[in-house]
């Protein structure tokens, strides 16, 4: 385990396909929400233990998808409750997470189930794209992975990334779903566009949506929402406001 190393492991000098100043801000970063997260651990399990409407979406899944079915899961973290819950129901799901001390504690898990999870370290803002192969050492989440996946999910991973990223991740993962595959999403509602916040004695920059605004992203990257519930949500941890968490089963077109 490197807890808290760079987010990005690709020599400096070298061509990484994206090497502008603004991509390695970006990257900077990302590489401090890692370290955030190394040190938030399973503390973030203790903090938001109810997961209702993300349950829900994994239900909604499990009664669509055929056995076996491959599911990425964007922001994993420890695998609870979603990596859990999926491959207990027969599907093969990938985790990625950016931190190392939430796939360590996902790997350490035993997970029921026929196909056992697989786990990889890489930033959500590469996947799709060459930089899954060359810098994270894992090609079928580039390239060679489009249209592998029959769903996507992803709660509460992209309020990580600014506003005028979103559009972008979410159409490099329609490009990794199968034709008709799905996205289940978990969100915050709220505007809010990568506005520093305290988040378990730590600092994270949170990006949100209102309902209709999060509607019209997904319908603009390529996908048919169709269903789309809101959630208050009261976290057990102290520090932290209530929420409106909001759950959206989306669809890929074309």
């Known amino acids: 385990m490197t807890t808290g190393q760079i987010s990005d492991p690709f020599p400096v000098g070298e061509d990484a396909g994206d090497d502008e100043p603004d991509a390695r801000r970006r990257r900077a970063a990302r590489a401090l929400q890692a370290v955030a997260f190394d040190t938030i651990?399973?503390?973030y399990g203790d903090a938001f233990p109810a997961k209702d409407g993300q349950l829900a979406c994994g239900r909604q899944l499990l009664a669509e998808?055929?056995?076996?079915?491959?599911v990425l899961d964007v922001g994993c973290g420890t695998g609870e409750p979603t990596v859990r819950q999926l491959a207990a129901g027969g599907l093969r799901v990938t985790g990625t997470d950016l931190s190392d001390v939430m796939l360590t504690l996902a790997r350490e898990a035993?997970?029921?189930?026929e196909f056992p999870p697989d786990f990889h370290r890489i930033d959500l803002y590469d996947l799709g794209t060459e930089r899954a192969g060359q810098v994270w050492n894992a090609p079928a989440l580039g390239p060679l992975g489009m249209g592998r996946f029959a769903a996507v999910t992803a709660f509460f991973s992209l309020i990580l990334l600014p506003q005028d990223e979103i559009p972008t991740v979410l159409g490099r993962l329609r490009d990794l779903l199968r034709p008709g595959?799905?996205?289940?999403?978990?969100?915050?509602?709220?505007d809010l566009d990568h506005v520093p916040l305290p988040f378990?004695?730590?600092e994270l920059r949170i990006s949100g949506y209102l309902r209709e605004d999060l509607e019209r992203v997904l319908v603009a990257s390529g996908f048919a929402v169709e269903e789309c519930s809101g959630h208050p949500y009261a976290p057990a941890?102290?520090?932290?406001?209530?929420?409106?968490?909001?759950?959206?089963?989306?669809?890929r077109v074309g």
């Open 41 to 43: 651990g399973a503390g």
């Open 200 to 202: 378990l004695g730590r």
């Open 65 to 70: 998808l055929e056995p076996g079915a491959r």
């Open 110 to 113: 035993r997970h029921p189930g």
């Open 237 to 251: 941890s102290t520090s932290l406001p209530p929420e409106e968490q909001l759950f959206l089963c989306c669809r």
């Open 181 to 190: 595959g799905l996205l289940a999403l978990g969100m915050v509602e709220a």
